[in-house]
Nanobody, 130 residues
């Protein structure tokens, strides 16, 4: 069993940056893809970005393209989400999730589907406000 643990959230001004981290406890993120989702108050949880096991394939929601970068360091068993040019509408609880498959062969667009994920973290709050 894998337990993702997020960190790095906080309060940031519009235009600022944050880097979220997702570390695995239990066993490693071995040979599987990882995704970031977010949920704002009163809204459904939505996909933000996903990455293959190798890190060579990624996929982003339109809202994240050009501003967010997902990456991973398998030696550290950690996945990152670098968020730049943050906007108030990025305010949400951000969740890391571990998929039951890798996406290298399928195409990482499949990572949008929440049903592909077996393990979810507790979330980290990101608030963008002046």
């Amino acid at each position: 069993q894998v337990q993702p643990v997020e960190s790095g959230g906080g309060l940031v001004q519009p235009g600022g940056s944050l880097r979220l981290s997702c570390a695995a406890s239990g066993r490693t993120f071995s040979s599987i893809a990882t995704g970031w989702f977010r949920q704002a108050p009163g809204k459904e949880r939505e996909f933000v970005a996903g990455i293959s096991w190798s890190g060579e394939s990624t996929y982003y929601a339109d809202s994240a393209k050009g501003r967010f970068t997902i990456s991973r360091d398998n030696a550290k068993n950690t996945v990152y989400l670098q968020m730049n040019s943050l906007k108030p509408e990025d305010t949400a609880v951000y969740y890391c999730a571990v998929a039951r498959v890798d996406c290298s062969a399928l195409g990482c667009v499949v990572l949008k589907d929440k049903s592909l994920y077996d393990y979810w973290g507790q979330g980290t709050q990101v608030t963008v406000s002046s």
